[in-house]
Structures are given as C-alpha cells and as structure tokens.
C-alpha cells in the first residue's frame, strides 16, 4: 500500500539518497501520517509529536545513506527511526517532567493508562482488527511496540509472570498476523 | 541452526513486538541472513505489525512540513561542514586558534601533571611516615594492654593472699595441722579455724593431684561422726586458703580422696591426712 502509481519503492529509494526534495517530498506525504500516528501512539502529546516528527524526517534526510535495502523496506526502517525517537523522548528526563501531572505516580502504571483510555481509531479496517485482539493483547503490544517497554517492566505493569509475558506477546503477534492476512488489508 | 527452528521458537514473535533481548536480536539476524525462508518469515511479521501501525494513522500539522523543508538546507549545511572542510575558508584562520588552544590545553595539563606528581611524591612520604608511627603506635598500644592485664592479675593475686593472711593472723583462728596417714606419709594439709564465725579454710600443702573423675574430700570427725566439710580443687588453687562449710564443733578434721563431687560417708582406705583439734 505504500507504492503509489508515481513512483515505485527502488524510485523512492533512488530519490532519497540523490536527496532529491522533489522524491522526499512524495515520501513525507506518503509516510508522515503513519509516523506521526507511532509518535502520538508513544508519547500521547500531539504537541510534542509534531516536533519529533519534523526531527525524524530530518534525520531520515541525512542519514539516508545508512539505509541498506537488502535489511528491509524503507518504510520499515523510517518506523524504526520514529520509534526510537518517540521512545527516546518518552524515556528522556525533560519530557517525563513536562508530563508530571499524569505521571505523578509509578509512571509504568501511568503508561498503562494513557493506552487503556486512548480512543479507538476510526481509521479503514482497524475497528476490525481491534475486535480480533483482546484488550490484554492490544495492551501488551502497544506496551512493547509503541511504549518501548521490556519484557521486565511488561511483567511489572501487567502484573504477570515474565514467562507469561512471552507467550502471551507471541499468542498476540500471531494473532495479528493472522487477522492481517485473513481481512486482507 | 535450524531455520524451522528458528521459525518455531517464538523469537521472531518477540522480535516483532520489539522486547527480543539482545542475545535473540543477534541469533535472529543471523539466522535471516544465512535463511531466506526465515528473512522472508521476519518480513511477513513485520508487514502485519506496519499495517497494524499504518491503521492508526494520523494527520500530522500541516506547518511541521514547511519545517523540515525550510530546515533540510540548513541541515545539508551543516552536515557538510562537519564532514568536509569548506574549501573557501581561509584555512590559516581556522589552523591558528584550533592550534593554539591545543597548545594552551597541552601546558595546562603538563602543568596540572606536574603539580599531580609533586603532591603524589609529598603524600607519599607523608604517608610513610605516617605508617612507621601507626606501627609504633601498635606495638605500643599491644605492649600497654599486656602489661595492664599482667597488672590485672597480680593485684587479684596480692587481694587473694592478703585475704589469707587475714584469716591466717586472726587470734580466733585455729590452726589444725593434718599429717599424712600411714597409707600416704609424705601427704600434709592444715585446716584453719576460725571457731567464732565457725568458718572453716583450707590448706593444702601437698597432696598427690587426683585423677579426673576424683575429688578430695574434707571431714569434720564432731563426737566420733564424720561430717561433709565439702570437696576441694586442685591445681593453682592449692596456693590459697580455701574457704570450705562451717562447723562449730570438731574434734578432727580428715581429707579422703572420693569421686568427683564427693560422697556422703568418707571411704577410710582413702584417707590421705587427718589431725587432731589440740587441747
């Protein structure tokens, strides 16, 4: 879904370590809606998000040649870089002090709740996927994916043995890939 | 490696979801370079988490583009003059403080390295001679705390004859020699007296040391019937005056030898001394 009539992904590819503006442009168009999503999805600020975006996007202009093709798709590797990102602000002294007012006491538990109460996207297909997956399943991969969480501090939260967690996260994943493929998405 | 083992093992789950540690990382990386089928497995997972994720997209600001692109030049700029050196910059301006700050660095530590050394050499003589007074120090305080319980003793010693000699020089205090008997001549103990308290002390003067489970055994013989006096130690004790019971009519005192804690009658054959109150 990421290729578009215009340009093909070794194209896209092509433009960006030419950094040509024109082909970047395409990208940003194209990608920074998902990106933005991962960023809100992790930090659930959209002030903040919107900052880390516009620095993502920059380091995905000059650290364009770091990406290697045969690791992966681009979009892939743009998400990696968002994801740290968002997870390094999330984790960073700075922000956690901005945030005081809901991270006022264990902040692992505060995370669980900013993810429980977020509203569901209406987005094309994701209503679909949501109902599949169990509240606990969503919960364990946002806290993983989006939140940067270990298997450790997962168990914490969740209170739940670290093995369990294990399990539980592959029965979840799988579960995923499998609504994924049967819904056709 | 297995690549269905890999494929089976739960990994590319955990590596997916973004929690594989970093042992299970490396392991899976390589696995995926050396097994297509397991690449193509990572792959699979991973387009069903980025659908996951591209479901849940959001519109960002419209202004944060403008952004980045009014800042993709300076950015450019700036990458550039970390990397390469501008060629127009005159290259004399940019060598002269680079180099002299260098050389200011330089003497600054040379200087700081120098005086690190001085104070490193004086400490250390300091703190040999510090040493050699903390061992005399010691030594001295060892010395002190072995004379002072040397001192110690004497003086419970001297407490304890001068509690004898009390008792000894008392004019109430009767002094009741016991020769050894026929059995044991060479033995001799003397009983000291005193008849107005009734207490009665105990010397020994020589007897042979007892076996272990053995005890000598003091006796009052009053109107013909021995009376317990009590057992007594041997070893260092016999040095002293030892306080034994009380009794306030005697006409002889005997030791036995019985077994360890005493008996209740004195065993004859065992009597060591024996002497007769005078008068």
Request: aromatic content about 14%.
């Given at each position: 879904m990421e290729s578009t009539a215009t340009y093909s992904e070794a194209e896209l590819v092509r433009g960006l370590t030419a950094r040509d503006e024109k082909v970047f442009s395409h990208i940003y168009d194209l990608y920074s809606p998902a990106l933005f999503g991962v960023i809100v999805k992790t930090l659930n600020d959209t002030g903040a998000a919107n900052d880390v975006l516009q620095e993502v996007f920059l380091k995905i202009w000059r650290n364009?040649?770091?990406?290697?093709?045969s690791k992966g798709r681009l979009f892939t590797w743009m998400l990696n870089i968002a994801r740290n990102a968002a997870i390094d602000v999330l984790r960073s002294k700075s922000f956690k002090q901005e945030q005081k007012t809901s991270y006022n006491t264990d902040e692992l538990y505060a995370i669980k709740g900013i993810i429980t109460e977020q509203p569901g996207n209406e987005h094309l297909g994701f209503s679909k996927v949501l109902e599949k997956l169990t509240k606990e399943q969503r919960t364990l991969i946002d806290l993983a994916?989006?939140?940067?969480?270990t298997q450790e501090e997962i168990a914490r939260i969740m209170d739940i043995p670290l093995g369990t967690v294990k399990t539980r996260m592959r029965n979840a994943i799988n579960q995923l890939r499998t609504i994924i493929n049967t819904s056709n998405i | 490696m297995d690549p269905q083992h890999v494929i089976s093992s739960g990994i590319i789950e955990l590596y997916t979801a973004g929690i594989a540690s970093e042992k299970e990382i490396k392991e899976l990386e390589a696995a995926m370079a050396q097994f297509p089928e397991v690449a193509a497995e990572v792959a699979a997972y991973q387009r069903a988490m980025e659908a996951y994720v591209q479901m849940q997209s959001l519109t960002p600001d419209p202004q944060a583009k403008s952004f980045v692109f009014s800042n993709l030049n300076n950015q450019t700029i700036m990458q550039e003059n970390t990397l390469t050196p501008?060629?127009?910059?005159p290259i004399v301006s940019i060598e002269r403080p680079k180099g002299a700050r260098w050389k200011w660095i330089a003497s600054v530590a040379a200087v700081l390295l120098l005086f690190s050394l001085v104070l490193n050499y004086v400490f250390f003589n300091r703190y040999k001679i510090f040493k050699e007074y903390k061992d005399k120090y010691e030594s001295l305080l060892l010395s002190q705390n072995s004379i002072l319980s040397k001192s110690n003793l004497y003086k419970a010693r001297l407490e304890q004859m001068q509690e004898s000699m009390n008792v000894i020089q008392d004019p109430k205090v009767l002094k009741v020699t016991m020769p050894g008997t026929?059995?044991?001549?060479?033995a001799l103990a003397t009983v000291f007296w005193?008849?107005?308290?009734q207490q009665v002390y105990l010397k020994v003067n020589n007897l042979p040391e007892p076996a272990a489970d053995k005890q000598y055994q003091l006796w009052a013989i009053v109107d013909g019937k021995p009376v317990d006096m009590g057992v007594f130690e041997m070893g260092d004790t016999v040095n002293l005056l030892q306080k034994m019971k009380i009794t306030g009519k005697a006409q002889m005192f005997a030791v036995t030898l019985e077994k360890k804690g005493g008996a209740?009658?004195?065993?004859m054959e065992q009597m060591y001394v024996a002497g007769k109150i005078p008068g």
């Open positions: 364009a040649d770091s990406y290697d093709p994916y989006y939140k940067g969480c | 501008d060629p127009s910059a026929k059995a044991f001549p060479t005193n008849r107005e308290s209740a009658s004195p065993t």
